[in-house]
């Protein structure tokens, strides 16, 4: 009987089994294909962004973080999209994921403020690395550019890590964007002198340094009249990289030539008047 039994047992589970694979079948075999399938189009998807991303020269660094990030979105709505097709109730746990995501998102509010400003660095590039800049009122060489931070090397040789987020929403100046930069020297001469004189001094100088270019030419303009000297600044343009060594050089062979001249180079005077209301005494 016992045997009779079990063979009756059997023959049930043998019936609920085929009738639950004709039920399940149908639904597995299209998740599996749904699978197959999303994983293929989640492939060609970034291979298009990847290939897109190089096309516009992004970043390297933002250009892995995005490619992971889009990654990442492409898997959690293909794993949600087969878990709905085998009949998953996924409404609570997408309500879940997102105050999940809201709670982390205010948690980390500075950071994300800090990654928004980085993206925007790596993909707008106001900078790039090795360029001088000033920022938040630091100035010095761009060291790296990270998706949070931003590490300028001053001139005494410091590091300061500024985060992306203010750094992205305030005015920055680049000064090696550009290939060539003005450089200005301000001169004083003594009242008196004769200027037409002291311009041609000055203009010969200019002319013996290589650095400095013909186009625009250099310039000697008289500006001031100071308290104790005539004014001139000296503009004249050279390549970004020569900017200090030609204002170095030409300020001291000014001077030097100004002195073989005879043209005075007046230090700060003033006269005093001594008022003596019940007279001079003796």
């Not at 950071?111 to 000033?134: C, H, Q, W, Y």
């Not at 004083?188 to 041609?200: E, H, I, Q, S």
């Not at 100088?205 to 104790?228: C, M, W, Y």
């Amino acid at each position: 009987m016992d045997f009779n039994f079990d063979l009756d047992t059997i023959a049930v589970f043998k019936e609920r089994a085929v009738d639950l694979l004709f039920q399940l079948g149908p639904v597995l075999l299209k998740s599996i294909i749904l699978l197959l399938v999303g994983r293929y189009v989640i492939r060609f998807i970034l291979k298009v962004f990847v290939k897109t991303l190089e096309k516009y020269e992004i970043d390297p660094s933002l250009a892995t973080f995005l490619k992971s990030f889009l990654n990442a979105i492409l898997w959690v709505l293909l794993i949600i999209s087969v878990a709905t097709t085998l009949g998953l109730e996924m409404t609570s746990f997408i309500a879940i994921i997102g105050a999940a995501g809201l709670a982390v998102g205010l948690a980390l509010q500075g950071s994300l403020s800090n990654f928004a400003g980085g993206v925007l660095i790596l993909i707008f590039k106001p900078f790039r690395i090795g360029d001088t800049v000033e920022a938040q009122g630091t100035l010095g060489s761009v060291e790296s550019i990270d998706i949070l931070y931003t590490k300028i090397r001053n001139f005494d040789n410091k590091v300061v890590t500024l985060p992306n987020g203010p750094l992205a929403n305030n005015s920055i100046t680049n000064y090696s964007q550009k290939p060539t930069r003005r450089v200005e020297i301000n001169v004083g001469v003594a009242y008196g002198t004769d200027l037409k004189k002291t311009r041609n001094v000055i203009l010969n100088v200019l002319k013996q340094d290589e650095r400095i270019h013909a186009d625009p030419e250099p310039i000697v303009k008289f500006t001031n009249f100071g308290d104790s000297s005539l004014d001139l600044t000296i503009r004249v343009w050279a390549d970004a990289a020569d900017l200090w060594p030609v204002y170095w050089d030409n300020m001291e062979a000014v001077k030097e030539a100004l002195e073989q001249h005879e043209i005075e180079i007046p230090f700060p005077q003033r006269d005093v008047n001594h008022y003596y209301p019940e007279g001079k005494k003796e």
